[in-house]
């Protein structure tokens, strides 16, 4: 099986420096590996940083220690150590994320928030609008608001946004964060049928859901963050 | 994205006699990347930019500039006359105040134009047909071409300055402050057409500012400046999401919500 994604004894903590230098351990020896066509699941209660390994995942957090190794454009990169332009490069072409809100950007429309992805790849943007607006229609946002910024859209409506604008693209690795938070369970079954059709094109899943329904219905692996809490790890 | 970069700053620095303006910058900037230099007043940012883009001898370090042909200039190595040309064609400066960067008293499309016969365009129906395309793209409407900026407001003006910089087709765009002193409204706007142009353009951009959204926004890669050094760098999200230094903490802790 092909594993395009591999985390080896990865730790995180953060220091305040602003509290007096505390240092904040949030997990230590994280190890798994993802493979291709499956979703893997980030289990366990909130705190626990399950968000914070997804974020070092995507280069949004720094590494501590540990190797992220994944694999890029025929080579294998370390995202631990990656330099900027290199991380830019491999969430370009290999790794998408779904977070968990929408960052806004003012007067965007949406269907240009959800091309961007395609276009930033050198697309042309005719096709990339084109193929937006099917991602929209699909996940159900009406296409009145398909010309507005998505700044004045409800949670449920930005989400939708956000899930088409990570979901377009045909990036081998895709970590998600909660994508079907405030979606209601129409919109909850469409995520739920976009998921499978990404493993069946042998995209490697990665990602956090509360909703037990969903986790049952795409999980493949569940891993048991748990496992990493700070002190606990075996090394 | 091309492998070579397009600046390299190695070890600058400039002291004002015994004050340290900035000390020991290094870094490459690539086509197609907008860095953003942050830091409160007196950290040395401007003093940085001035020296990058040669408006201010340093005291110590070099820039390298690939050069259309791809060969490699040490900046600070050229001659006046070429230095000119090189900030005339392959360059733009944005200022804070647009007044710095404008001609007041001629037409805003002269002030377009211009740029254009510095570079030996001539043809007066062909400077003022891009002229006109370029007000268009910054939002101006055609019937102010023949305005002068004075009757401008400050983010008409800031719009100008912005088509009077590009419309040659530079590479490499240096900004300070380019949204400081307008409404939210207006720098919202701004912010818009620049992260357009720049994404259309491929242009590679230094963008100082003290405002961290601006940063967010605009730029890929962040550099934080404190008392003249660099005490943090990396992907701007990275850094304003998981901000590393002491300084960079407050900084961040700092903004407020809205």
Redesign the interface.
Known sequence: MATPLVVSNVSKS?????RGGVRLAVVEGVSFALTAGECAVLGGPSGVGKSSIL?MLY????VDEGQIIVEHDGRLVDLATAS??A???VRRDTIGYVSQFLRT????AALDVVAEPL??RGQDRLAARDRAAEMLARLNLPERLWQLPPATFSGGEQQRVNIARGFITDHPVLLLDEPTASLDAANRQVVIDMISGKKEAGVALLGIFHDQDVREAVADTIIDVTAFAPGKAAA | ?SDDPLLRVSSVSKSYGQRVGCADVSFDL?PG?VLAVVGESGSGKTTLLNCLSTRLMPSAGSVDYRMRDGSWRDLYRMSEAERRLLMRTDWGFVHQNPADGLRMTVSAGANVGERLMAIGDRHYGNIRAAATDWLGRVEIAEDRVDDEPRAFSGGMRQRLQIARNLVTGPRLVFMDEPTGGLDVSVQ??L??LL?GLV?DLGLAAIVVTHDLAVAR?LS??MMVMKDGRVIET??T??VL??P???YT??LV?SILQV
Not at chain 1, 105 to 108: F, H, Q, S
């Open positions: 953060f220091t305040m420096h602003l974020k280069g949004n957090y720094a900027p332009r991380v830019m490069a950007v003012p007067r965007v276009t930033a | 994205m690539w990347e919202a706007r912010l818009d992260r994404a926004l890929q890669r990396g992907l999200d990275r999401d998981d590393r230094a002491p903490q407050l802790s």
